[in-house]
Structure formats: structure tokens, C-alpha cells
């Protein structure tokens, strides 16, 4: 044997303990989830994306050093596609983007605001009937009141009764074979 050993590599070479398991599944077909495997945490966070963004409801479990398996998160895909069909019909309808700061945290947040921009848009069309009906009865209060100046004036502009002596007549125009 010889004194002289071959040294060791000191790299690591442990495996990557890391796992995770991504399970969809949809309401259409519940008996049949779909799975999905690995160790990339950012894979894991993207194809549980696009499970979502396809109206499933997605669980992601992550695989501890200790061999148990917890949820690392979920997502609730009809919800996500509820909220971007919120997000759609609102510029669809012609409101203004969910403001940044509009319930930043919420996951409702685009659904909400549409409800907002709708029962807005109510109070603006009830505003606006309440105002027609206002402005018609002004303009009908208006010839009311017209229509009594015009009368009263008729009757001031006309001598009272006692100024004429009941002996006179108002003048009949006749012609002389008449009389």
C-alpha cells in the first residue's frame, strides 16, 4: 500500500432535497386531477399559474427535509378567472383600470371595483332622471306662473267694474238698420 492516498472532491454532493407536487384539478372533471412534479420552485410557481389561468382549482405541496409533505400554497382558478373577466368588462365598458392602490392585498379586487363602477354608473343614471323630473316640474311650475302673470296683467290692464256707470253700456258696434 502506498502512503500517498488520492484526495477527496470537496464539492457537494448532496441531491437537491427540494420537491414539489403541483395538483389541478377542475370542476368539469373532478375525478381526474392533473399532477405535476419537480424542483424547481419557480417552475412549480408557474405551471400552478397556468393551471389556474385554465379555471382549476391548483395545490402546491412542498416536500420538507423531514419527508412530510405541506402546502406550500393554493390557487383558486375559477376566482382568478373571474377576476380577469372583472378586469376585461370594466375597460370593455368603458370604466378606468382598477386603480394600484384600490385594495392592493384583496383577491376580489378587479370583481369589486367592477360592482363599484356599476353601482356608480346606476347612482349617475338615477341622478339623472331625479334631475329631468326636477327640470320638468320647474318648467311646468314656470308656464304655471306665466300663464297667471299673463291673466292678472289682462285684468289690471282693464278699467274695475265701479268706474263704469251702470247706465253705460260697453259699445255695441251696430249699424244704423239695427237701432
Do not use: C
Amino acid at each position: 500500500m502506498s502512503a500517498r492516498h488520492r484526495r477527496r472532491n470537496k464539492s457537494d454532493r448532496t441531491r437537491n432535497l427540494r420537491r414539489f407536487t403541483i395538483t389541478g384539478s377542475w370542476d368539469s372533471n373532478p375525478d381526474q386531477p392533473a399532477r405535476w412534479v419537480t424542483r424547481d420552485p419557480k417552475e412549480a410557481r408557474r405551471v400552478a399559474r397556468s393551471m389556474a389561468a385554465k379555471g382549476g382549482y391548483v395545490i402546491v405541496e412542498e416536500l420538507l427535509p423531514t419527508g412530510v409533505w405541506e402546502t406550500w400554497f393554493e390557487l383558486d382558478g375559477p376566482a382568478v378567472v373571474a377576476e380577469q373577466r372583472a378586469a376585461e368588462a370594466a375597460l370593455a365598458a368603458g370604466w378606468p383600470a382598477t386603480p394600484t392602490g384600490y385594495r392592493p392585498d384583496a383577491d376580489d379586487r378587479h370583481r369589486t371595483w367592477l360592482v363599484e363602477q356599476g353601482l356608480a354608473e346606476d347612482r349617475r343614471a338615477q341622478a339623472r332622471a331625479h334631475a329631468e323630473v326636477l327640470a320638468a316640474k320647474q318648467a311646468a311650475h314656470r308656464r304655471r306662473i306665466a300663464a297667471e302673470l299673463s291673466h292678472t296683467s289682462r285684468h289690471l290692464m282693464t278699467a274695475p267694474p265701479e268706474a263704469r256707470p251702470d247706465y253705460r253700456r260697453a259699445a255695441r258696434h251696430l249699424t244704423g238698420a239695427q237701432r
